[in-house]
């Protein structure tokens, strides 16, 4: 489930805490810190004790240049909304 976060929320105690959590919980996430979007995170499939401490939209950028063309596509099942 996704939904837009909205500017405003950046600033919230209960969204920091929110983030913090997650990311306690879900280790091998990491956030981009250098994105248009206000949050990303990726999941990482380096080790946890590895030298990168920060990822960038340049790694992102990276990833998708090297994307397995080969595999096949498999459409998201989204269900219709009700508006």
Do not use: Q
Request: hydrophobic content about 35%; glycine content about 2%.
């Amino acid at each position: 489930m996704g939904r837009p976060i909205y500017p405003y929320e950046l600033n919230d105690p209960d969204f920091s805490w929110l983030m913090n959590n997650f990311r306690d919980t879900h280790p091998e996430y990491m956030v981009v810190e250098d994105s248009c979007l206000p949050i990303v995170l990726v999941a990482r499939h380096a080790p946890l004790n590895d030298e990168v401490t920060k990822i960038t939209s340049l790694h992102a950028r990276e990833e998708v240049s090297h994307f397995d063309t080969t595999s096949e596509f498999k459409p998201l099942d989204i269900p219709e909304s009700d508006s």
